[in-house]
């Protein structure tokens, strides 16, 4: 499957070199580009989209098949228990628990992924499975900085707010102090998260159904749709204060409806040199922003945009990763359409794992199973220097 992956990535960038010769072309005689070329452009840029998605879904279906190889390994090599020991039950097997009523509830931890786990570097839980899921819609959790708590209580996190600073004393004179100051805490607290999903018994009876594999999409897709778009812009105020919320003024762009590559260069370089350079830097915008980056050239004449060359790595944006955030907002009057900074610096709390309980009774009359999904989180952004919002005037 790798080859047919990288064969869609190949076509991908060949579809980008078509587009930019249109607009190449364009530029060079100095006109708007004509109907037939605005036709043939948009369908390009749809097909950069579809196969860009295409790549995504065949990346998820790669993950899979391995999870499930990963499931049915040969286990004659392992060690045999001892009669005595008591049986040491998987994700799976808690699931089918679930869904047969031997359980009525059950707390998915996340687990940490090493050398040594089946199928590394595939998520080998329910938990991780659920997050793989909710990163496609959430992709806020890839980037972040992801703590995990036992309990819910109050988490508070400190940021600097100033350096020592150095003096010239004069021969035989004190040195002065200079300490660093600190901002006020950022506290976390733990915002709850829930959906409901039913089962029919008969699809719950049908042993050919992957039980687990259901349930991790729905979960995945349910809370991280929820979880994301709070994660991005939520206001702060009962709930988590988004990425973007939380971020400071890079740049204004020059009108209210798009943004040029001198706004992104300026909003690129309005961090810190040291903040600009940390591993984990980036964009962060919706799939409209992204087309309009596409079309952006630096005055050299380059274009800003660089699709990715492997399905391992994502976009480019003036050398720095690009995420396509589906909360972001489009770009629209005094709206904060793109971001920019150490995406690490934003921190997610997670309260133990997810929590999934099972009910006979809720909806007993119409023959369904009733499961209950729950993830408890909050986020914010501690030192908002370190990433920045171009801003539509």
Known sequence: ??????????????????????????????????????????????????????????????????????????????????????????????????????????????????????????????????IAQARLVAPILQVATVLNTAGGENLQIPSQYS???????????????????????????????????????????????DILGFLAEQTGNALGYAVGSALTVGSGTNQPKGIVTASAVGGTAGTATAFTADNLIDLMYSLDGAARNLPGCGWMMNGKSIGQVRKLKDTAGNYVFQPALSMESPDMLLGKPIYENPSMVDVATTTKSVIFGHLPSYYVRTVGGLKLERSDDYAFNAGLVTFRATWRVDGNLPQTSHIKHLLQP
């Open 1 to 130: 499957m790798k080859e047919y992956i990288d064969r869609q990535v190949e076509i991908r960038n060949r579809a980008w070199e078509e587009a930019k010769s249109i607009l190449d072309k364009a530029t060079a005689e100095k006109r708007d580009l004509s109907a037939e070329e605005t036709q043939t452009y948009e369908r390009i840029s749809k097909e950069l989209d579809e196969r860009g998605q295409t790549i995504a879904k065949l990346r998820e279906d790669e993950a899979r098949e391995l999870r499930l190889d990963a499931a049915t390994r040969d286990i004659a090599s392992q060690a045999r228990p001892q009669e005595s020991a008591a049986p040491v039950l998987d994700d799976a097997a808690f699931i089918r628990a679930l869904v047969t009523g031997e359980r009525r509830a059950h707390t998915f931890e996340r687990r940490d992924i090493t050398k040594g786990s089946a199928g590394s570097p595939v998520p080998t839980s329910f938990y991780n499975q659920v």
């Open 163 to 209: 350096w020592s600073t150095a003096a010239l004393p004069g021969e035989g004179t004190a040195i002065s102090e200079s300490d660093p100051q600190f901002n006020s805490f950022i506290t976390l607290n733990a915002y709850k998260y829930s959906f409901l999903s039913q089962l029919t018994t008969e699809l719950i009876e049908d042993s050919g159904v």
